[in-house]
């Protein structure tokens, strides 16, 4: 019983240690008093298993949620995503324009070179955590630049 049980405490471990990484994220940096921003990045599944974002959170922000853009009579709707799969191997892309991280209810200003931490839950109970830099929405690639991989 003792050794099934360390087993799977190692496999847990293994398991634990991030399948997702979080690749050229950025948080958009807006001038003081902007209650919400924007975080985008590329989501990296490494694992050989699909994965599921299902929560995520930021000490700088009251609420994060997962976002997607839609272009409807020529007007961008964003719609919150409950869940965000991410098949193994695959990379999905959060970009102006499309899938992105909104943070609600910034807790502390966010000028260029600050660090946000988010930490992502995943539906198989693990968490994956990224720092990122803030970035001025004057700096920001611009959307035509967007490169597929
Ligand atoms: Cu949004």
Same mark, same amino acid.
């Given at each position: 019983? $003792?050794?099934? &049980?360390?087993?799977? /405490?190692c496999?847990?471990t293994?398991w634990? =240690? ?5 690749e =050229?994220g950025?948080?958009?940096?807006l ?5 919400? !921003?924007?975080?985008f &990045?590329?989501? +990296?599944n !490494?694992?050989r /298993? ?8 930021? @000490? ?8 997607t *853009? $839609?272009?409807?009579?020529? &007007?961008?709707h &964003? @719609? ?6 991410i ?6 892309q ?5 899938? +992105?991280l909104?943070?609600?209810?910034? $807790?502390?200003? /966010?000028?260029?070179?600050e *660090?946000v931490?988010? $930490?992502? *839950? ?7 955590t990224a720092?990122? *830099?803030?970035r001025?929405? /004057?700096?920001?690639?611009? %959307?035509?630049h %967007?490169?597929?991989?």
């Amino acid at each position: 019983m $003792r050794i099934i &049980m360390s087993a799977c /405490l190692c496999l847990l471990t293994t398991w634990a =240690q991030a399948e997702l990484i979080i690749e =050229q994220g950025y948080v958009r940096g807006l001038p003081p008093g902007q209650p919400n !921003t924007a975080a985008f &990045m590329t989501l +990296h599944n !490494t694992g050989r /298993l699909p994965l599921t974002i299902v929560a995520i959170s930021s @000490e700088a922000a009251d609420k994060v949620e997962l976002h997607t *853009s $839609r272009q409807h009579n020529g &007007m961008v709707h &964003m @719609e919150q995503l409950e869940r965000l799969p991410i098949a193994a191997a695959e990379r999905v892309q959060l970009q102006p324009g499309g899938h +992105h991280l909104m943070l609600l209810g910034l $807790r502390r200003p /966010l000028p260029e070179g600050e *660090s946000v931490a988010l $930490r992502f *839950s995943l539906s198989d109970g693990t968490q994956a955590t990224a720092t990122l *830099s803030v970035r001025s929405v /004057l700096n920001e690639p611009e %959307q035509t630049h %967007q490169h597929h991989h």
